[in-house]
């Protein structure tokens, strides 16, 4: 990754207006946080693609429960 | 590969027209005034034109060849090929193009043809029309992409009734000696069919009395068998995967980098795929014109439609290089990479 796990999460909120500003913790799950509806998942794809320079599919980013879980994977991915 | 290179073809010009009536997504009473502006917000389609009643894509398109044929002062009778991409057709049979180049006057030497392609059309369309001309025998061409995508789009289809606007574009083509290569990059994949298609209406599934009738989808999305389905997740991910390679290929292959390009025209997806095939590419957005903020996703229209309404000035004034990307239903995608001379593009055409 470019930035630590907190800089993820603040950026997630930041691009998530929606989202409470410093609500968001390793263990929050993006699906039970705000509608996972096709839009939030598209907007979430491009800021993922946008930050890390990741090109993650859904199927890739829904396997996960946390966000945690989501930032080591992209992690590896960035390094890969 | 299906990389490409097609000798001694020159643009001359590019016109553009679209239908005088305008559509504002702030209007679109079917979904509540904050998912309004999201979806305003991810596609970047404030408002679209829809034609009236009884004008089709192939009347768009002729108003735009008839313009530029007066204007660059060429004869219909000069004119030996004419292609017309479009899935937007006037008759199931035949073929759109016979009758445009009756409307145009064009003689009965001239070769016509359809290509039902959507929004990787006008790539794969200019090398259809520009590789029939090489050989030389063909002096003079016309490209003509058109689309009225609102004959298959759900109103109550959240999803792609936002979207979509008409417009009907025509591309002046001339063989000349002194004309630089331009290099293709042509790719498909059928297996993403399902993404973006029409299910209902051709020979393996006919419409019926039963499958007309619109169902819920989903929340906010009603559609029957006749009308577009659209996954918009799946599209996305074919964009970011597929449209920032291809790209990055046709470049390799024309020996050519970033640096290179004056203009980096996309196809009107939706602003949101647009500007993450641009973030990989690593393309300045001053390089990158958009027109989807005011006619929305207008199929093969959209490249040159975005030409004559964003950069027409600069086009028409001097040399500058090109990169063109397509992509969209099939799956199709494709780029092109052209250095044009001045292009002469009349101003928009409203009808």
Known sequence: MIYSEDKFLRRIEEEFTEIKPGSLTPESSMPKIIEWNSMNVLLFLAFISEDTGVRANYDEVKQFDTLHDLYLFLGERVTA | MALFKVNNIRIAGIAATVPKRIMSNLNYNFVSEEER????????????????????????????AKKLMDDLGWKPEEIDVLV?????????????????????????????????LGCSGYVYGLFAAANTMAAGSIKKGLFLAGETPHFVVSERDKASHPLFGDAGTA????????????????????????????????TRLPLTEENSVEEKISEGIYRSAKHLVIDGVKVFEFTMREVPDNATALLTYANKNIDDIDWFVMHQANLLMMETARKILRIPVDKTPYSIRHFGNT?????????????????????????????????????????????????????
């Open chain 2, 171 to 202: 591309t002046a083509l001339e063989f000349s000696n002194h004309a630089p290569t331009m290099y293709f990059n042509l790719q498909s994949d059928g297996s993403g069919l399902q993404s973006l298609y029409v299910p209902g209406g051709g």
């Open chain 2, 37 to 64: 502006k999201k979806i305003i917000k991810l596609t970047g389609v404030e408002e679209k034109r829809i034609s009236a009643e009884g004008v089709t894509a192939s009347d768009l398109c002729i108003k735009s």
């Open chain 2, 84 to 116: 017309f991409v479009s899935q937007s057709r006037d008759y199931i049979i035949p073929n759109t193009a016979h009758h445009i180049q009756a409307q145009l006057g064009l003689p009965k030497t001239c070769a016509a043809f359809d290509i039902p």
């Open chain 2, 299 to 351: 199929s093969s229209a959209s490249i040159p439609l975005t030409i004559v309404t964003q950069i027409s000035d600069n086009v028409s004034s001097g040399k500058s290089n090109w990169l063109l990307s397509g992509f969209g239903t099939g799956l199709s995608w494709g780029s092109c990479y052209i250095e044009t001379g001045p292009v002469y593009c009349p101003p928009l055409i409203e009808y």
